[in-house]
Antibody, heavy 118, light 110 residues
Framework: QVQLQESGPGLVKPSETLSLTCSVSGASISSYYWSWLRQPPGKGLEWIGYIYYSGSTHSNPSLESRVTMSVDVSKNQFSLRLKSVTAADTAIYYC????????????WGQGTLVAVSS | QSALTQPASVSGSPGQSITISCTGTSSDVGSYDRVAWYQQHPGKAPKLMVYEVIKRPSGVSNRFSGSKSGNTASLTVSGLQAEDEADYYCCSYAGSSTWVFGGGTKLTVL
């Protein structure tokens, strides 16, 4: 069974950079695509982007200029950096495995709340 | 890239059937059979219920079924049960390796 766990600061100051890591167990990070999604409190889901183990990435056009994703094969982890954050970036951030055969996100982390506030 | 349109809420009694619509455009739902539906219970992560419009992952009840016509996809839940009460989100491939979600629909089992 694939399991994902997000980690990172729960509070980030405005204009700074949000950094999160997703640790994967039960699957090799070299075998699949891996994604980040977010959900502002009480609101809907938003796809942020996904990364392949080779480093190839694709991002939501609305966030592309602020998003950087990376993968660490040796640690079976992948990471998200979102720069120049504002209060609008306050959300529960999820990492998920993207199933390219199904065109769907089939395994999700539990999510981590990141608040942007001074 | 605009969010897909879903009704804010739907409701039904136990044993009944309900349908949730998801309207996109010819650039997303209308162009690709790559629509998925996710169920989210309060405080939990989303769960994949339907993928590629009509397919179900192993372990998902056959009471959940998907369909699509033109720019609108639909999720039907038959034989409603109390445990089906949750938020449901549609998601479509939107071209150029990007994805777009709907705003979500709250299903209430009366």
């Amino acid at each position: 069974q694939v399991q994902l766990q997000e980690s990172g600061p729960g509070l980030v100051k405005p204009s700074e950079t949000l950094s999160l890591t997703c640790s994967v167990s039960g699957a090799s990070i070299s075998s699949y695509y891996w994604s980040w999604l977010r959900q502002p409190p009480g609101k809907g889901l938003e796809w942020i982007g996904y990364i392949y183990y080779s480093g190839s990435t694709h991002s939501n056009p609305s966030l592309e200029s602020r998003v950087t994703m990376s993968v660490d094969v040796s640690k079976n982890q992948f990471s998200l950096r979102l720069k120049s954050v504002t209060a609008a970036d306050t959300a529960i951030y999820y990492c998920a495995k993207y199933n390219s055969a199904w065109y769907g996100f089939d395994f999700w982390g539990q999510g981590t709340l990141v608040a942007v506030s001074s | 890239q605009s969010a897909l349109t879903q009704p804010a809420s739907v409701s039904g009694s136990p044993g009944q059937s309900i349908t949730i619509s998801c309207t996109g455009t010819s650039s997303d739902v209308g162009s690709y059979d790559r629509v998925a539906w996710y169920q989210q219970h309060p405080g939990k992560a989303p769960k994949l219920m339907v993928y590629e419009v009509i397919k179900r992952p192993s372990g998902v009840s056959n009471r959940f079924s998907g369909s699509k016509s033109g720019n609108t996809a639909s999720l039907t839940v038959s034989g409603l049960q109390a445990e089906d009460e949750a938020d449901y989100y549609c998601c479509s491939y939107a071209g150029s390796s990007t994805w777009v979600f709907g705003g979500g629909t709250k299903l209430t089992v009366l």
